[in-house]
């Protein structure tokens, strides 16, 4: 169980084209969600935290206007890169949790498999 | 193939032999923490946990051990596979926070 899918799994696409990439926990209601970018041999890096029907909250240095989230249902978050450039080219990972963050059910975070995006 | 005390970016392993994967954390508050194991194109599996009001917790073939005085964290395996090849790391949760945070990781390689 707590299973999460990641959509696409991999992503090629020209500077200056936006980006759409999918989150969804297939067997759970994720009430939480999390986006992590991790460049190559790097740690992660959260990106930004989102509750099913509210608006998003980044990490001081992630530009909200170019990585949108919508986290539209409780199994579905999507991430989109708008006007990507080649420095955004990295490994995208989401997680998701059943409870609110900051709660203790909310610790437990379930990864997904990842995309990696390339940015020509 | 053991290292004890420092955070060493890679470690190679004899299969067979038991591993030891080290992990320093800064914050204090943190009162939860979790290895994760993430295989080459994958997203992080999780492997174990411990809370701060443990010092130790065993799974199969898997040994936490948390020692806040000096704020390190190790997770050991026994009798190394190759399937357990792969970059390990540590994340916390602050206890005031809800964020994980990740340490660098150990890329573990397992000699046949």
């Known amino acids: 169980g707590a299973v999460v899918s990641q959509h696409p799994s991999w992503v090629i696409c020209k500077s200056g084209t936006s980006v759409k990439i999918e989150c969804r926990s297939l067997d759970f209601q994720a009430t939480t969600m999390f986006w992590y970018r991790q460049f190559p041999k790097q740690s992660l890096m959260l990106m930004a935290t989102s509750n099913e029907g509210s608006k998003a909250t980044y990490e001081q240095g992630v530009e909200k206007d170019k990585f949108l989230i919508n986290h539209a249902s409780l199994t579905l978050s999507t991430l989109t890169v708008t006007s990507a450039h080649p420095e955004d080219s990295s490994f995208y990972i989401c997680?998701?949790?059943?409870?609110?963050?900051?709660?203790?059910?909310?610790?437990?975070?379930?990864f997904g498999p990842g995309t990696r995006l390339l940015v020509l | 193939g053991e290292s004890v005390g420092l955070h060493l970016p890679t470690l190679s392993v004899q299969e067979g032999d038991n591993s030891i994967i080290n992990c320093a954390y800064s914050?204090?508050?943190?009162?939860?923490f979790i290895w994760y194991k993430q295989e080459s194109g994958k997203g992080p599996q999780f492997i174990i946990d411990?809370?701060?009001?443990?010092d130790k917790r065993q799974g199969q073939r898997v040994t936490v051990l948390l020692n806040k005085t000096v704020k390190h964290l190790s997770l050991q395996i026994a009798a190394t596979q190759p399937g357990d090849s792969a970059v390990y790391f540590c994340a916390e949760i602050g206890s005031n926070d809800y964020k994980l945070s990740f340490g660098a990781g150990t890329t573990v390689t397992v000699r046949a």
């Open positions: 997680s998701a949790s059943m409870g609110l963050a900051g709660s203790q059910q909310g610790e437990t975070q379930y």
């Open positions: 914050n204090s508050a943190s009162d939860y």
């Open positions: 411990i809370r701060s009001n443990m």
